[in-house]
């Protein structure tokens, strides 16, 4: 009877910490998948995960663990994305018969061509020039990284990010002159 | 001129010969081991260099939480929560055949089960009850944490000693005057959080934390510090600690 009462009892304690963190679980994965099936499954598999150990994290360490098991799905989840892709055959447009279905677009202009190809080809040694800490730095800057996000991620403290980045924005500025389109400084 | 366009050709370009280079996406027990401190200096840098070149698990690592469940409607919900349902419900056990028609060495195993079965119930329920006494107690003395690094050479972990029935914990605050709250959490070996919890540190910067002796088992653990402001958490400090065995 009891032990019929002590499953009643962490089943209703499980359905209300549902109630509490399915929808902030849900939106996490929303942020940081690109379909909301994906979302849906990976918040669905978090709480069955954490369904299956409820008994040890019940009560104040229950969101910390939801996070924990969250976080790492969210990781696995783009660990097999990548592996899949990456082993993915790559598809050449040079393929005759691939290019022949292509359609025709206007003609390029050739000088604008070369010119943007040499400009960024500059652009790439000079960022390859950098040590590899502002080359990390500035990095993820430019894929939309707050500061405290890249202090977070390397490690580091926010006083070295920001004289990471005002180091290779030096850097590069030295390099390619004044006419840089740089990441902006954060405010 | 430079332009945003061309940043991001050659960003993409620097990312895939990164990820050529590299190789495949650190694991969960990798980053785990980068956030603990775990790693050599060149381990470190290895997995740095992977965050760079697959941002997403960057952002899947240190992506906040939102702070509230927004609106998700009343049927979307009861369809999610029904397709949990399930997938956790028990399933349907398989048709009892009685004792008294199994073969005679499967009766005896189940006796011997049900013999270790009362034993191991009525030690649990004694040790529940152990854990449950409560009285009042003096603290005759609290144990000072100091952040990973920050410790004497040759000093890897502190040592708990108990106080009674607890750990007294004091964790100096890696920086107590930059943030207004901080998050203290108890990881384990294995990189699970056990507890955590939230607080203003006192005024001589610190957080005292009182550990049951029972809540950690002799191993390895973690306490890790995060300052925060908003709704980011930065994370400041790790306090390696070893429970010795009793």
Request: net charge neutral.
């Amino acid at each position: 009877m009891n032990a019929r009462n002590d499953a009643a009892d962490r089943e209703r304690e499980f359905s209300a910490m549902y109630e509490r963190h399915f929808g902030r679980v849900l939106r996490f994965f929303r942020a940081h998948t690109r379909s909301k099936e994906d979302a849906a499954d990976l918040a669905q598999e978090a709480f069955v995960r954490v369904h299956a150990r409820f008994e040890q994290y019940r009560g104040e360490g229950e969101w910390t663990y939801l996070q924990t098991v969250a976080r790492n799905l969210l990781i696995n989840f783009w660990r097999e994305r990548s592996a899949a892709k990456r082993s993915g055959q790559e598809i050449h447009i040079e393929t005759p018969d691939i290019a022949a279905e292509l359609p025709k677009t206007e003609q390029p202009d050739y000088g604008d061509e070369q010119e943007k190809r040499q400009r960024q080809q500059r652009l790439q040694e000079a960022v390859r020039a950098l040590s590899s800490g502002q080359r990390q730095v500035i990095l993820l800057q430019m894929d939309g990284f707050t500061y405290e996000e890249i202090a977070d991620a390397l490690e580091i403290s926010l006083d070295a990010v920001k004289s990471r980045r005002r180091d290779a924005v030096r850097a590069l500025k030295n390099r390619l002159g004044d006419d840089v389109a740089m990441p902006e400084e954060e405010r | 001129m430079i332009t945003k366009s061309d940043w991001e050709t050659v960003r993409q370009a620097m990312i895939a010969e990164d990820r050529a280079r590299l190789g495949d996406p650190p694991t969960v027990e990798e980053l785990e081991r980068y956030r603990r401190g775990e790693l050599s200096d060149g381990e470190a840098e290895r997995i740095r260099e992977l965050l760079v070149a697959y941002p997403e698990i960057a952002r899947a690592m240190t992506a906040p939480f939102p702070e509230s469940n927004g609106h998700l409607p009343a049927a979307e919900s009861a369809g999610y929560w029904k397709a949990l349902q399930a997938r956790i419900a028990p399933k349907p056990l398989a048709p009892v055949i009685p004792l008294w028609k199994r073969p005679v060495w499967t009766a005896v195993a189940a006796a011997i089960a049900l013999v270790f079965a009362a034993l191991y119930l009525r030690t649990a329920s004694q040790l529940r009850q152990t854990s449950v006494t409560l009285a009042p107690r003096v603290v005759d003395g609290e144990q000072e944490l100091r952040p990973d690094g920050r410790r004497g050479p040759g000093e890897e972990e502190t040592v708990l000693t108990a106080a009674g029935d607890s750990y007294v914990l004091s964790v100096a605050l890696a920086q107590p005057n930059e943030y207004p709250r901080f998050r203290i959490t108890l990881v384990n070996a294995d990189g699970v959080a056990l507890w955590s919890a939230t607080g203003a540190p006192r005024e001589n910067g610190t957080f005292v934390i009182d550990v049951p002796r029972a809540f950690l088992p002799a191993g390895r653990y973690q306490l890790v510090e995060h300052g925060l402001a908003g709704a980011r958490a930065t994370r400041l400090a790790t306090y390696t600690v070893r429970v010795p065995k009793r």
